[in-house]
T-cell receptor, first 112, second 111 residues
């Protein structure tokens, strides 16, 4: 089946630093989604990407749909304490109401 | 407010018992999903349902069962056949635009 590899697995950064993470797929995706999960809660959708090359922002977050359609990137600028959590990429790989495949997650920890 | 409601938030199970986790939605989503999350791990799909009275196994369905008698409800039963049930369970619903909405999860612990 499809596999999504996220890197890095974890990040320890200082408040105010920028963050970059990426996700690669073994097959082509038609949609890329980025979620954030806070401790003890379900993931929440941050950004959705629907077109190769698309660059979309949501506040301090920016995500890009890779040209090859096999990768995506998420950047967080000027990190703040509430950015702590696990960030997941996800994609359906096809059309219609299909189940998502989730990446392995990037755990972000912010050092005061 | 519309959303996915999971209950209970915490659940304790004795060895050999079946337990049922509740998932209700008022978003009118056709599709619903159950995921399992282990500490430090990603999300693994247990079961999913795209219409009422129909559901399919995900990647780790063994030891679990589901039903979809109503559009609003998708309960998950963790049976005694599941040898390592301690985990965080997440229910989600989606529309055709891949807008997954997750519940806040149920943490199941075997005692």
């Amino acid at each position: 089946g499809q596999q999504l590899n996220q890197s890095p697995q974890s990040m320890f950064i200082q408040e105010g630093e920028d963050v970059s993470m990426n996700c690669t797929s073994s097959s082509i995706f038609n949609t890329w989604l980025w979620y954030k999960q806070e401790p003890g809660e379900g993931p929440v959708l941050l950004i959705a990407l629907y077109k190769a090359g698309e660059l979309t922002s949501n506040g301090r977050l920016t995500a890009q749909f890779g040209i090859t359609r096999k990768d995506s990137f998420l950047n967080i600028s000027a990190s703040i304490p509430s950015d702590v959590g696990i960030y997941f990429c996800a994609g359906p790989g096809g059309f219609g109401n299909e189940k998502l495949t989730f990446g392995t997650g990037t755990r972000l920890t912010i050092i005061p | 407010d519309g959303g996915i409601t999971q209950s209970p938030k915490y659940l304790f199970r004795k060895e050999g018992q079946n337990v049922t986790l509740s998932c209700e939605q008022n978003l009118n989503h056709d599709a619903m999903y159950w995921y399992r999350q282990d500490p430090g791990q990603g999300l693994r799909l247990i079961y999913y349902s795209q219409i009422v009275n129909d559901f399919q196994k995900g990647d780790i369905a063994e030891g679990y069962s589901v039903s979809r008698e109503k559009k609003e409800s998708f309960p998950l039963t963790v049976t005694s056949a599941q040898k390592n049930p301690t985990a965080f369970y997440l229910c989600a619903g989606s529309d055709r635009n891949y807008g997954y909405t997750f519940g806040s999860g149920t943490r199941l612990t075997v005692v």
